[in-house]
């Protein structure tokens, strides 16, 4: 009997502290108040300028930060007629553009769109889609679900110090979670 009250007490003391861990992993992280974020005004990073794919600035409204990676919120002002995003892939995060200003051309999968102001759009995850810019200047929402690594990879561009080659935009595509699958799409 000895035996068996000194397993026993081995067990409880061993897998205690697991318990106090296992507990712990499903309490948010998320702080208990809110915040406001400013018109015009980036919430972590101040304004990202791009390089790269565009020269658009981006500020997060919202950062997977703070939402334990759930949702991602972003607004982007673009600067670049023209120019937009190659064909892509988010493999883990849907994707919803709401346009504020400006006109801008979509891709998702197959079939594309013209967007104006007030238009949104909804991008899957999982299916290759891509927008360029069609007006000299425009603004946009961009959020995400789950957030992703997308913030990562507008932080990445901005800090490079050149123009990247688009090998170096594939590779930093690929580190934040996301698949180059085709060219830049063109204007009709």
């Known amino acids: 009997m000895k035996r068996k009250g000194f397993i026993t007490a081995l067990l409880t003391f061993v897998t205690t502290p697991f318990w106090g861990f296992a507990s712990m992993e499903n309490k948010s992280v998320r702080?208990?108040?809110?915040?406001?974020i400013s018109a015009g005004e980036g919430r972590l990073h101040g304004h990202i300028?791009?390089?790269g794919v565009n020269s658009n600035?981006?500020?997060v409204k919202i950062s997977g930060?703070?939402?334990?990676?759930?949702?991602?919120?972003f607004e982007q002002t673009s600067l670049s007629q023209g120019r937009g995003t190659p064909l892509h892939i988010h493999n883990s995060q849907d994707?919803?553009?709401?346009?504020?200003?400006?006109?801008?051309?979509?891709?998702?999968?197959d079939v594309k769109y013209d967007l104006a102001v007030g238009?949104?759009?909804?991008?899957?995850?999982?299916?290759?889609?891509?927008?360029?810019?069609?007006s000299e200047k425009g603004r946009?929402?961009?959020?995400?679900?789950?957030?992703?690594?997308?913030?990562?990879?507008?932080?990445?561009?901005?800090?490079?110090?050149?123009?990247?080659?688009?090998?170096?935009?594939?590779?930093?595509?690929?580190e934040n979670e996301m698949?180059?699958?085709?060219?830049?799409?063109?204007?009709?």
């Open 31 to 36: 702080e208990d108040k809110g915040f406001k």
């Open 65 to 73: 930060k703070d939402t334990d990676g759930e949702l991602a919120i």
């Open 179 to 188: 698949q180059v699958v085709g060219p830049t799409l063109k204007l009709e």
């Open 95 to 109: 994707e919803i553009f709401y346009i504020i200003e400006g006109a801008y051309y979509f891709q998702v999968g």
């Open 140 to 174: 946009m929402t961009v959020i995400l679900q789950p957030a992703g690594k997308l913030e990562d990879f507008f932080v990445t561009m901005a800090a490079l110090d050149h123009e990247p080659t688009t090998k170096e935009i594939e590779n930093i595509f690929e």
């Open 49 to 51: 300028k791009l390089k």
């Open 119 to 134: 238009d949104s759009i909804f991008l899957p995850r999982k299916i290759p889609h891509a927008w360029t810019q069609k």
């Open 57 to 59: 600035i981006l500020d």
